[in-house]
């Protein structure tokens, strides 16, 4: 078995007031955005498009804009999914993208149970893990701050 490399990705899929969460298969109680770890030899964007694709089918090509925020969270990895990194690696790395919509749309399902469009509080609140919550409350941030722009 190959080991999972220890950076990840986390893309919040937005509109201008909501945002997509996704109930994991393995954990219906686990709320989340899209996530997955880079493969060997991607890059963090091409590990963000491969994992928009293979968990909501969404593609690029049809004029969506993939946006890599320049934030970064380094967090513990559960001590249960350890096995899956080389011996000895307690953390990963994790970037965050937003690709933001005109509007909600149903996403193909492949890796989770189910989805939800959420205001951006109430998503915040849903969101299972605190890197998943603070990507959110950045979030929220950047669009108050752009609406304050617009007036």
């Known amino acids: ?17 909501q945002v997509l969460l996704l109930q994991r298969q393995d954990n219906p109680d686990f709320w ?5 770890s880079l493969e060997v030899g991607e890059t963090r964007y ?3 498009v491969r994992e928009l694709e293979e968990e909501t089918g969404l593609r690029l090509d049809n004029g969506l804009r993939l946006v890599e925020t320049g934030h970064r969270v380094r967090f513990e990895i559960y001590p249960r999914w350890r096995h899956r ?13 937003y690709l933001r919509l005109a509007g909600p749309q149903e996403v ?4 989770h149970l189910s989805q939800r469009w959420l205001p951006l509080a109430e998503a915040r609140e849903q969101a299972s893990s605190w890197t998943n ?3 959110i ?3 929220i941030q950047e669009l108050k701050q752009e ?5």
Request: proline share 4%; net charge negative; charged share 25%.
């Open 1 to 17: 078995m190959a080991y999972k490399h220890p950076e990840s990705v986390l893309i919040l899929i937005h509109t201008e007031d």
């Open 108 to 111: 193909c399902l492949t890796e």
């Open 147 to 151: 609406q304050g722009r617009r007036y």
């Open 137 to 139: 409350d950045r979030l």
């Open 133 to 135: 919550k603070l990507a």
């Open 32 to 36: 989340q955005s899209v996530t997955g």
């Open 46 to 48: 091409q590990a963000a």
């Open 85 to 97: 990194y080389r011996p000895g690696v307690t953390h990963n790395w994790e970037y965050e993208f």
